[in-house]
């Protein structure tokens, strides 16, 4: 069974940067990839990024494109997002998933962790 837990949330200044960690365990070898969501109050679930766990590939969202940076640490089976330049409108809930495939809707992703919450003040 695969478990994911994020960590590194919290509040953060306006052009200020966070990173977010993503620790699997239960076995990586049942999915090929792992994404990035986040959801704010009111507001459907949305792709952030993505990156496969084998090759490395990754998708950003337009909204994030060159100021986040997905990566994967596979010996140590933990997935990391560097958020750069936040900007009031990245606060939201960011979670992290793994999927089967390599995709960008929310229905792809077959496990979830918990969230973890991110508040970019003005």
């Known amino acids: 069974q695969v478990q994911l837990v994020e960590s590194g949330g919290g509040l953060v200044q306006a052009g200020g940067s966070l990173r977010l960690s993503c620790a699997l365990s239960?076995?990586?070898?049942?999915?090929?990839?792992m994404g990035w969501f986040r959801q704010a109050p009111g507001k459907e679930r949305e792709f952030v990024a993505t990156?496969?766990?084998?090759?490395?590939?990754?998708y950003y969202a337009d909204s994030v494109k060159g100021r986040f940076f997905i990566s994967r640490d596979a010996p140590k089976d933990t997935a990391y997002l560097q958020m750069a330049s936040l900007k009031p409108e990245d606060t939201a809930v960011y979670y992290c998933?793994?999927?089967?495939?390599?995709?960008?809707?929310?229905?792809?992703?077959?496990?979830w962790g918990q969230g973890t919450q991110v508040t970019v003040s003005s």
């Open positions: 998933a793994t999927t089967p495939y390599q995709d960008r809707t929310p229905a792809a992703y077959d496990h």
């Open positions: 239960g076995g990586t070898y049942g999915y090929y990839a």
């Open positions: 990156v496969t766990w084998r090759a490395g590939i990754k």
